[in-house]
Antibody, heavy 121, light 107 residues
Framework: EVQLVESGGVVVQPGGSLRLSCSAS????????MHWVRQAPGKGLEWVSL????????YYADSVKGRFTISRDNSKNSLYLQMNSLRTEDTALYYC??????????????WGQGTLVTVSS | DIQMTQSPSSLSASVGDRVTITCRAS??????LAWYQQKPGKDPKLLIY???TLQSGVPSRFSGSGSGTDFTLTISSLQPEDVATYYC?????????FGQGTKVEIK
């Protein structure tokens, strides 16, 4: 059974930093591109970032480019999101999601339960 | 960047009604389009990928169509358990933009 478990969400002050983690199990982690998607309270889904299966390629939404860094450790079946220079508008539930296609790009077929990041003074 | 526009933003229909949601891409994306269902308080669930392929386990009352810039999600006979917000997403390239969502309620 595929499982994605996010952690690391807390309350942080504007300008602060935070690192989210996603622990994956139930599939061959290093075969798949992984994503972070966020959802602000009462709002829609916003794609944040992706990292290719081998870690060689990363992409970001314009809203987080230069502030967030996605990474992965295939030996630990783990995905990370380093979040710097946090703003109040980064407040959201952050989901880890798995791509559906081996060594390529596809839809997002499994999602975690999310971890809540609150940016507030 | 390619923008994804869904319509309507919300709808209310009766049990058994046929419901159609549209998603329009600002540029052609071939069939690299997915639909997700998010029930209140739950994580999103993949319904359809490649514009028209039903994900395993999804009821057959759900269907998708379209290619290029115009896509539709159809629920052939709305059920109470279909109350949710539905999102389209492009995945031909990054950024993997979502539509703004369509909230479906029972009348």
């Amino acid at each position: 059974e595929v499982q994605l478990v996010e952690s690391g969400g807390v309350v942080v002050q504007p300008g602060g930093s935070l690192r989210l983690s996603c622990s994956a199990s139930g599939f061959t982690f290093d075969d798949y591109t992984m994503h972070w998607v966020r959802q602000a309270p009462g709002k829609g889904l916003e794609w944040v970032s992706l990292i290719s299966w081998d870690g060689d390629n990363t992409y970001y939404a314009d809203s987080v480019k230069g502030r967030f860094t996605i990474s992965r450790d295939n030996s630990k079946n783990s995905l990370y999101l380093q979040m710097n220079s946090l703003r109040t508008e980064d407040t959201a539930l952050y989901y880890c999601a798995k791509d559906s296609v081996v060594s390529a790009w596809g839809s997002l077929d499994y999602w975690g339960q999310g971890t809540l990041v609150t940016v507030s003074s | 960047d390619i923008q994804m526009t869904q319509s309507p933003s919300s709808l209310s229909a009766s049990v058994g009604d046929r419901v159609t949601i549209t998603c329009r891409a600002s540029q052609g994306i071939s069939n690299y389009l997915a639909w997700y269902q998010q029930k209140p308080g739950k994580d999103p669930k993949l319904l359809i990928y490649a514009a028209s392929t039903l994900q395993s386990g999804v009821p057959s009352r759900f269907s998708g169509s379209g290619s290029g810039t115009d896509f539709t999600l159809t629920i052939s006979s709305l059920q109470p358990e279909d109350v949710a917000t539905y999102y389209c997403q492009k995945y031909n390239s990054a950024p993997r933009t979502f539509g703004q969502g369509t909230k479906v309620e029972i009348k």
